[in-house]
């Protein structure tokens, strides 16, 4: 399994899904139809989408963490 980073390319609006799906090994599609089907059931699914976009690192901040250590 990859690590959790929000990618630069293929992402919607956040790239959280994408995030999401890259770590588990399934398509960015079946993730993002996943996220909206769970929308209509009651919970937090949208703040806690806003929470992974804003602590996930996107993949130019990892990139760059990663040289800056070497």
Do not use: D
């Not at 090994?25 to 699914?45: D, E, N, Y």
């Amino acid at each position: 399994m990859s690590s959790l980073v929000r990618p630069t390319h293929g992402r919607m609006i956040g790239g959280v899904c994408a995030a999401l799906a890259r770590r588990f090994g399934v398509s960015a599609t079946t993730m993002r139809v996943i996220f909206l089907v769970s929308c209509l059931l009651p919970g937090p699914q949208v703040l806690l989408y806003a929470a992974l976009w804003i602590l996930l690192p996107s993949e130019r901040r990892a990139a760059g963490k990663r040289t800056a250590a070497v």
